[in-house]
């Protein structure tokens, strides 16, 4: 197995670099590389550039407006916007609603949906977990009953990320109380702007309003929303979940992450000397350095593997995901882990103006920690990685048993 890139890969990497230097909007770079507050409209630009470019969906195939690249230029162009400061493109949309509608969506739904999401359109969130129906998924109990041409849907979905942006929410549903439970959720395409829905802030330990709870009250949906055949939504939920586990890598942002870690490990002291020159601080930077490094061999394999067919229908990834998100989640809490202890009591006030673009610093903090307001709230947040997406322990219990057979 060679793991070096190829002369094309290269040139195709530097290709991405000239774009990024001359496209990525400065002001948008600064606030992705200082760990300032992103606004809705950063998101929106920066998607808006990249379809402009013809880069609006690197994964998708070429017959829905994709680029067609292959698995390694996929994970090039991830990690150089990365690490030039580029906002994470919403995964939602493109990686995972876009997916299941290509897989199991009729024309119809193919034509309508997907150009409004490459094109930065319309904004979507995830309406999966409910109280008491995160990690047991199967046992939701949000209502949706055929009347005629439409749905009436009732109910609650919670931790719903950036759902007060939304246009628009995939949900599974309940259609039915018969079997077994995973036999009767259907998949669901709502327009957020539709009577009775309600979004509430949950606001989360670092003051941030990046969560929500959704409720659904009487909300009359077209049937034509429903994806593929009613009561089969199960098969398309998981189908989304190991396209988002795999995205929970993350393997770019933390390449960036460390390289930062790095940089703050060189100035900050101790003993007199400069704290990457600590044995033990240097001896955990190369331990999360080389888990990282298997992270992205692994990471590449998926999705080589990802990009197969099985017929005409894109290949779902397979367990081999969990393993990703397993391995991402942990490696993105030991980076911020390792950020806080790097700079020790400066990264222990919380600062909630430290986060905003013009901030210009606090007296407290040496001219080189102006990076350390967001750390703490960044510690906090990646706390919530082992956890959404499908717990690690439940991650576990599916690598054992599909995996190595236990």
Not at 7 to 20: I, N
Not at 314 to 340: D, F, H, N, W, Y
Not at 346 to 375: C, I, N, T, V
Request: aromatic share 8%; glycine share 10%.
């Amino acid at each position: 197995m060679d793991l070096n890139f190829t002369a094309e890969e290269q040139s195709f990497r530097e290709e991405v670099r000239g774009f990024l230097r001359a496209k990525l909007p400065p002001e948008i770079s600064r606030k992705v590389l200082g760990g300032k507050r992103l606004a809705k409209d950063d998101f929106v630009r920066w998607q808006k550039l990249l379809h402009a470019q013809g880069w609006g969906a690197a994964g998708w195939p070429a017959a829905f407006g994709g680029t067609g690249w292959n698995a390694v230029q996929q994970h090039i162009f991830d990690e150089e916007c990365a690490d030039a400061g580029a906002p994470m493109q919403l995964p939602f949309g493109l990686k995972m609603v876009a997916p299941v509608i290509m897989a199991f969506g009729n024309p119809a739904q193919q034509q309508r949906f997907l150009p409004r999401i490459i094109d930065g359109t319309d904004w979507w969130c995830q309406g999966y977990s409910e109280p008491g129906s995160g990690s047991d998924l199967a046992s939701l109990k949000m209502r949706a009953v055929r009347e005629g041409d439409q749905y009436v849907v009732n109910g609650q979905k919670t931790w719903t990320t950036l759902g007060q942006h939304a246009d628009w929410i995939f949900c599974l549903v309940r259609t039915s109380t018969e079997g077994r439970q995973q036999e009767g959720i259907s998949f669901l395409l709502i327009d957020m702007k539709t009577p009775g829905i309600t979004v509430r802030p949950i606001i989360m330990l670092d003051g941030e309003h990046e969560i929500n709870e959704v409720w659904f009250e009487e909300v009359k949906v077209p049937a034509e929303n429903l994806i593929g055949e009613e009561n089969k939504g199960w098969t398309y939920a998981k189908f989304l979940l190991g396209h988002e586990r795999t995205g929970i890598a993350g393997v770019g942002r933390s390449k960036r992450e460390l390289k930062k870690l790095k940089e703050i490990a060189r100035k900050e002291t101790s003993a007199g000397r400069p704290l990457i020159e600590d044995q033990r601080f240097r001896d955990r930077i190369a331990q999360v350095e080389l888990e990282l490094m298997a992270l992205e061999i692994t990471n590449l394999r998926v999705i080589s593997s990802d990009s197969a067919t099985e017929g005409e229908k894109k290949r779902a990834p397979g367990p081999e995901a969990s393993i990703l998100k397993v391995k991402g989640s942990e490696i993105q809490q030991m980076l911020t882990e390792l950020k806080m202890q790097a700079l020790g009591h400066y990264a222990l006030p919380w600062l909630d103006e430290g986060l905003d673009a013009d901030w210009s610093g606090d007296a407290a903090m040496p001219a080189y920690a102006d990076h350390a307001p967001p750390l703490s709230g960044q510690y906090f947040n990646m706390r919530k990685t082992t956890i959404y997406g499908g717990s690690n322990e439940i991650q576990k219990n599916i690598i054992s048993q599909m995996i190595l057979g236990l």
